[in-house]
């Protein structure tokens, strides 16, 4: 019978966690936000290893990302953002590039970077998504960082 290796539980590294957040729609995000820092607190992160970087939008995530995981104390970040549809295409081709910069990041550096930007057709949607009756994705993005750095962890010491 084969182990089965998760990060539900165990030791996490220290280092800071940088949130990159989107002001754009601007209460969705910081709903995101709110419940992303409160997830990594009681984690065991505190304000001070948890970071809050603003940016304009969410074509600015992955540069930002890029620039925060650069450094050697950050061991993780979460991006935060939310492209509600209008009335062209645009929404599709930000989400569509975000999206697959952020794995790439991931990937190609191996840090772990959770994607919490909300892709809805309507307001309502991004409500009940950022801390509605869909839940809130911004505490799940911290929640999935966390248990990656657990999982890191436990990868790092042997399979």
């Known amino acids: 019978m084969s182990t089965e290796i998760t990060g539900i ?7 800071k966690i940088v949130i990159v957040a989107s002001r754009y729609n601007q209460s969705i995000c910081d709903s995101l936000v709110q419940g992303a820092l409160e997830t990594l607190a009681q984690a065991g992160y505190p304000s001070a290893s948890t970071p809050v970087v603003r940016v ?5 995530l992955p540069a930002v990302v890029k620039q925060a995981i650069a450094h050697p104390n950050v061991i993780a970040a979460v991006a935060l953002g ?4 209008g009335e062209t295409t645009h929404d599709i081709h930000i ?24 892709t809805c057709n309507t307001l309502e949607q991004a409500i009940h998504r950022s801390g509605g009756n869909v839940g809130n994705k911004g505490i799940e993005s911290a929640e999935a960082v966390v248990e990656l750095l657990r999982l890191g962890k436990k990868i790092a010491h042997g399979l």
Do not use: D, H
């Not at 539980?9 to 280092?15: A, I, N, R």
């Open 56 to 60: 304009p939008g969410a074509w600015e």
């Open 9 to 15: 539980e165990g030791e996490l590294p220290s280092g």
């Open 95 to 118: 989400n569509r590039s975000v999206s697959q910069a952020i794995m790439t990041l991931s990937v190609e550096t191996g840090i772990p970077i959770a994607f919490g930007l909300l």
């Open 82 to 85: 939310c492209v509600i549809k």
